[in-house]
């Protein structure tokens, strides 16, 4: 359900091992473990100091890269599809009905909760009304049996809010995962 999260992590991981690389470099030399280059020997040919400009265009790429690198890091924490409000209006004239899609899906996903092996559940109602879209993540325990858990959700749950919210049907991306938690209930 989160596509770019791969990639994301994969990018990640290679600039974090290019800046720890540049980094264990930098102290390998400063330290003289390596002595590849003179650590007294100047970094840039000329000792003349750059016209002013120079500096503002350095600190206004600074400031572009970490902003850049700050939406990065916060699109990282935006994992569940965006979802809207609803409007369901058969006849302006006598008004409109407005619905948010997690209201829309809060009675399904407390009903999945209600399931044995379920630990948790939530759910996010994307699209519009002609082309909605329904991304689940089910968080069961070790011993839950995933495939009553998903026939019920198919069976049960999901036709019954394709009733409530008069749909035909709602294409569903199920995502389960599995709790280290140990069972709490009775059974």
Known sequence: ?????????????????????????????????????????????????PPAWVFYVIAAAAIAVGLLALRWLLAQLAHRP?????????????????????????????????????????ASLAGTREQPSLALIVTCEQDADLGEVRRRITEESLPRLQEALELKDIPVAIEFRFTSRTTSRVG
């Open 1 to 49: 359900m989160n596509r770019p999260a791969a990639l994301n992590r994969v990018l990640l991981a290679v600039i974090g091992f290019v800046l720890l690389a540049a980094g264990g470099f930098g102290l390998a030399t400063h330290f003289r473990v390596l002595r590849v280059i003179d650590p007294e020997s100047p970094l840039v040919p000329g000792t003349g100091e």
């Open 82 to 122: 965006r979802t809207g409000v609803w409007r369901f209006e058969t006849d302006p004239a006598y008004g409109r009905t407005e619905l948010h899609a997690d209201d829309a899906v809060a009675p399904f996903t407390e009903e999945l909760r209600g399931y044995p092996g379920v630990h948790k559940a939530s």
